[in-house]
Every structure is written in structure tokens, then in C-alpha cells.
Nanobody
Framework: VRLVESGGGLVQAGGSLRLSCDTS????????AGWFRQGPGKEREFVAA????????FYSDSVKGRFTISRDDAKNAVYLQMDNLKGEDTAVYYC?????????????????WGKGTLVNVSS
């Protein structure tokens, strides 16, 4: 099983980035997916989640209205469009997939993580 994130980089505050997570080795359409991040000196935190079939999406309060999660089951991929980026969004962003999602961020069952991609927002 592989989850490979891409699209991170250096961007000025107010700018945009689109992260991608390409998966292989799993029947992606049968998994819920999400994004987490870990900023400097901080614990990993939830960012966004999407149910199987994109039935529902959820966001942390800190990114709601600025970030959009989406998925393309035909490409076995999940995306995170990040707009109006702020300095506090600087973090390593991790892709996460799991067999199930309860509520807005409680992933359960078999789970997989990517290795992360760095987003650096300059103020």
C-alpha cells in the first residue's frame, strides 16, 4: 500500500496550493480519506475528511471556508485545495485513508498514512 503526497512548497500568505495524494494497493473507493497536518513544535491535527463516494466533507474550524477536500475514485486520489493561506498553515501535511469514518474525524478500521508534504507559508 502506498500513499504519496505532492503539491507542497513555499507560498506567500494569501496564496493557494493544491495538495494531491495518490494511492495504490487499496480499493480506494471503499475508503474514507482525510488530511492531517503537523506544524513546528505542534502535535498532528485534523484538517479535513471526506466520506466514501464524497457523500460528506468535514473541516477543522481553522481551515473552514479556505480549504476544500475532494476525491477522484477513478484516479485513486484525494486532494486538498488550500486558498487564502496563512502563516499558521505552515506544516507537514499528511494524507490518511481508513475503512470507515465516524462523525467528522474519527477514522476507524484499517488505516494508512502517507509520508507527508511540507507547506511553508511566508508572512
Amino acid at each position: 500500500v502506498r500513499l504519496v503526497e505532492s503539491g507542497g512548497g513555499l507560498v506567500q500568505a494569501g496564496g493557494s496550493l493544491r495538495l494531491s495524494c495518490d494511492t495504490s494497493g487499496i480499493a480506494f473507493s471503499g475508503y474514507a480519506a482525510g488530511w492531517f497536518r503537523q506544524g513546528p513544535g505542534k502535535e498532528r491535527e485534523f484538517v479535513a475528511a471526506i466520506h466514501r463516494g464524497a457523500a460528506s466533507t468535514f473541516y477543522s474550524d481553522s481551515v473552514k471556508g479556505r480549504f476544500t477536500i475532494s476525491r477522484d475514485d477513478a484516479k485513486n486520489a484525494v486532494y486538498l485545495q488550500m486558498d487564502n493561506l496563512k502563516g499558521e498553515d505552515t506544516a507537514v501535511y499528511y494524507c490518511h485513508v481508513a475503512q470507515g469514518l465516524q462523525g467528522d474525524r474519527n477514522f476507524y478500521g484499517v488505516k494508512y498514512w502517507g509520508k507527508g508534504t511540507l507547506v511553508n507559508v511566508s508572512s
